[in-house]
């Protein structure tokens, strides 16, 4: 079966870390671009960022720039997102998503892993 | 930054009533917006790309349409399963943006 499954979200103090993890299963994941998007408590769609299919260019949003990084290991099937520094506002349901075909929409989410910052 | 507008902010229909959704972009995203829908607990799945195109597996009830700022998602026919909050997104410019949302309630 296509999909994503996210994994590494928990309960985090402000100023932590936490490393987010998306499996992919059941396509060609290195030639696929992907991105996390996010979504806080009872709010909106957020996107957070995206990576090549390679890797080689990385994007994000404003709110997380300079302190999340988004990575990929093909080799794993696997994206990450290393998340430092983390604030109240980033609490979420942080998804994964696919990019359809060779355009910045999103075709295929995983189901989300909730991430709490809170003392 | 594009930011998108969606309105209204709820709608209130019956089954079988036609939905109309408005998603305004605050310049100019030629078609590159596209339509989700996302159920409670749910993860968001994508209907409409590049403004008219549906998705795969996207029943033909629903359809999109406009260009350059102003966009719609027309819904025929309501089924019980339509239910549920549509948010638009563009991809004309990084950052991509989502619209706040259209909750889509039961009359």
């Known amino acids: 079966e296509v999909q994503l499954v996210e994994s590494g979200g928990g309960l985090v103090q402000p100023g932590g870390a936490l490393r987010l993890s998306c499996a992919a299963s059941?396509?060609?994941?290195?030639?696929?671009?992907m991105s996390w998007v996010r979504q806080a408590p009872g709010k909106g769609l957020e996107w957070v960022s995206a990576?090549?299919?390679?890797?080689?260019?990385?994007f994000y949003a404003d709110s997380v720039k300079g302190r999340f990084t988004i990575s990929r290991d093909n080799s794993k099937n696997t994206l990450y997102l290393q998340m430092n520094s983390l604030r109240a506002d980033d609490t979420a349901v942080y998804y994964c998503?696919?990019?359809?075909?060779?355009?910045?929409?999103?075709?295929?989410w995983g189901r989300g892993t909730l991430v709490t910052v809170s003392s | 930054e594009i930011v998108l507008t969606q309105s209204p902010a709820t709608l209130s229909l019956s089954p079988g009533e036609g939905a109309t959704l408005s998603c305004r972009a605050s310049?100019?995203?030629?078609?590159?917006l596209a339509w989700y829908q996302q159920k409670p607990g749910q993860a968001p799945r994508l209907l409409i790309y590049?403004?008219?195109n549906r998705a795969t597996g996207i029943p033909d009830r629903f359809s999109g349409s406009g260009s350059g700022t102003d966009f719609t998602l027309t819904i025929r026919s309501l089924e019980p399963e339509d239910f549920a909050v549509y948010y638009c997104?563009?991809?004309?410019?990084?950052?991509?943006?989502f619209g706040r949302g259209t909750r889509l309630e039961i009359k």
């Open positions: 997104q563009q991809r004309k410019s990084w950052p991509i943006t």
């Open positions: 998503a696919k990019r359809l075909m060779a355009i910045w929409y999103f075709d295929l």
């Open positions: 590049d403004a008219s």
């Open positions: 990576i090549s299919e390679s890797g080689d260019s990385t």
């Open positions: 310049q100019n995203i030629n078609s590159y």
């Open positions: 059941a396509f060609t994941f290195s030639s696929n671009a």
